[in-house]
Every structure is written in C-alpha cells, then in structure tokens.
C-alpha cells in the first residue's frame, strides 16, 4: 500500500477521493438539453385536434418519432422542427377563433376558403402559408 494513503486519515481520504471524482465526473458528463419543452407542445398539438399519425405526416416522419418525442426521450430536428413548430404557431392562431371542438372540425374539414380542400391535407403537403393565411383570414373576419 502506498505510504501517504497509509498516513492520512480516513476523512482526508475521502475528501481526497471524493473531489478527485467530482472532477472526473464533472469533464466527462454534460447535462443532456431540456427536452421536455417538445414533450409539452406535442401533447398541445394532440390535445383533441391531431393524431400521432396526422402529426407524423405533416412533420415528415414515422409515428414512432412522434412518440419519441411525446415521451420526452428525442427532440425533432431540421424539416421535422421547423413543421412541428409552423403547425403550432397555426393551431395556436386558430384557438383564438374557436373552441377546441371547432378548431378540430376546422382542421378536418373542407374549407371553402381553401377551395374546398381540408387543412390537414394542406399542411401534411407543407403548404403552411397558405393554412396560416386563412387562419388569419378567419381572425380578422375578412373572410
């Protein structure tokens, strides 16, 4: 055994070991990002409007991916952010004018104002501008 661990006392053993690991510890391990703020707007987004299956076409993903990110374990990247995070700001806008009930039969049904196309099939073809104008059409009245 080495004679300076044999001389030093039990509690200046540990303090020893004990700071050596908090550094060790401290420049090998990073926190992982907050994830759970995608877990929260996924359940908003699902919230009575859409599906693990409609969200996962209109981000460009497998339903899995969705589920990852519900559970809070993965965070959506690039295309996938960007829609989920354009699919939001539209349902947001939309629960301005209606309830939850009207913001999902707006959402699935045809709309005149789209020439009679549904929303949803819209936004799955990535066509959020065109959505978000007739959200905005239908906050103002101007419809």
């Known amino acids: 055994m080495n004679a300076s661990l044999t001389t030093m006392s039990f509690g200046a053993l540990f303090d020893a070991l004990s700071s050596g690991m908090m550094r060790m510890s401290m420049q090998t391990t990073q926190a ?32 899995r991916q969705v589920q990852h990110w519900a559970a809070g374990t993965h965070r959506p990247q690039g295309q996938a952010k960007d829609r989920l995070l354009e699919l939001h700001y539209i349902l947001e806008r939309l629960r301005d004018v209606y309830t939850a009930e009207g913001t999902d039969i707006w959402v699935h049904g045809r709309s005149r104002d789209l020439g009679g196309e549904k929303p949803i ?22 419809m």
């Open 121 to 142: 099939d819209l936004l799955a073809e990535g066509q959020f501008e065109r959505v978000l104008a007739a959200v905005e059409r239908l906050s103002t009245g101007a």
């Open 32 to 63: 992982p990002p907050p994830i759970g703020l995608y877990a929260h707007l996924v359940d908003d987004l699902r919230g009575g409007v859409l599906t693990n299956a409609e969200l996962a076409k209109i981000t460009g993903v497998k339903t």
